[in-house]
Nanobody
Framework: QVQLVESGGGLVQGGGSRRLSCAAS????????MGWFRQAPGKEREFVAA????????YYEDSVKGRFTISRDNAKNTVYLQMNSLKAEDTAVYYC???????????????????WGQGTQVTVSS
């Protein structure tokens, strides 16, 4: 069992930056690859970024490439999402998730993730 708690959401102006954190507790954090997903009102939850168990591989949804950076600190059991150049269309609830898949394209699929946090709201004002 893995418990995930996101933090760092809030209101930010367009063009600004925000860093989300996801603290994990429970079983060995480094045994899991981690992902960030988001869900805007009236839309399905979509993939944003993922990082392999070791941190050596990262994956991004096309619209966030070059603006968002996912990273992890296995010593702190935490995964981060640094978001720069934020746009109004980035407004959503952001969720972190954990999967026992360690790496690969499976990390892009929502159904690959077993454990989810409660989400944190990010609102970008235009």
């Amino acid at each position: 069992q893995v418990q995930l708690v996101e933090s760092g959401g809030g209101l930010v102006q367009g063009g600004g930056s925000r860093r989300l954190s996801c603290a994990a507790s429970g079983r060995t954090f480094s045994s899991y690859a981690m992902g960030w997903f988001r869900q805007a009102p009236g839309k399905e939850r979509e993939f944003v970024a993922a990082i392999s168990w070791s941190g050596d591989s990262t994956y991004y949804e096309d619209s966030v490439k070059g603006r968002f950076t996912i990273s992890r600190d296995n010593a702190k059991n935490t995964v981060y999402l640094q978001m720069n150049s934020l746009k109004a269309e980035d407004t959503a609830v952001y969720y972190c998730a954990a999967t026992s898949y360690l790496d690969g394209s499976v990390l892009l699929r929502r159904t690959s993730y077993r454990y989810w946090g409660q989400g944190t709201q990010v609102t970008v004002s235009s």
